[in-house]
């Protein structure tokens, strides 16, 4: 269909009509970054959320410099770019702006805006004043200015380092050995030492819970078959002082050596014969008898004598 003039006159009157209030973007915008994709994933996130491509990404190798730079991005506008702008706006990673500027100065012969340590933030802000025709180098100053680090560190939920002794019942005396342990402690110690009902280690649930919130060095007990997941001391080894060595290295990681061997010194103080005796209840009698016949042979060796055992049986 041919059209004459009198056609040609109305379509350019309704054109002129229905977009007299469409301004032309005049700004030709490009994120620079080093990286094989970290402009274009930029880009392709501020032009997608502002709904219109306001950015055009390139990806430089991570040793490239400033004159790589101005060199490709001359070479871009040179190939794709027809129209005219009046800026060119360059938004890029890292790298001194003089000398990328410097590069530019005798290539283009626009304004260009530059910005440097580009986020999706910034491209965000940039991006929107230049959809919006209100891109002002002044208002632009006053971004970066405003552009700032935030800096927080957390701390992991440290778990609380326990000693953990295991009871079957209120009358084995496990809690006079816990005394005991806690008496041993240095004061200025962060290890925490405490009891927990075997019934309580045979739940699922409560023993996940109680894994939660303490870092178990080991457990302790008269019932072997009671540990979980942490070393196991039965309780006579720790009263016959065959369990010292083995405390030490379990408490190394967690308690300097000054205070584990005044924790080791006080323990072999404690655990005596006769403070064992007061908690004589809860003991099996032949671990005892066997504590007991140690305990005198060490002594005869101490004192040079030899000593002789009378079986009184009573009638």
Known sequence: MKMDAMD????FVNFHHYNRNMLINRSLSFIICHGYSTASSIADVTNTIIGQKIFNAIDMPIDSNAQDISHKLYKFISQHQKRQYDKIVILIDMGSLKAVAQSLRNLLDVTVCMINNVSTGIALEVGLQIKNHTFQPAEIKRLCNQVRCEFMELEGARKQDTILFVSENENDGTDQILALFKKSMPYDTNVEISSCDIRVMTDPQQWEDIQSRHNILFI???NTTCCKDAPFIPIEKIISKEALEKIK??????METSMIDEFQSNLAKYCSLENIMESITFLDPNKLFELVQDSVQNLE???EQEWVYISMSVV
Not at 8 to 11: E, H, K, N, R, Y
């Open 301 to 303: 060796l101490n004192l």
């Open 249 to 254: 290295i379990l408490l190394k990681p967690v």
């Open 8 to 11: 040609l006159m109305i379509l």
């Open 220 to 222: 302790s007990g008269l």
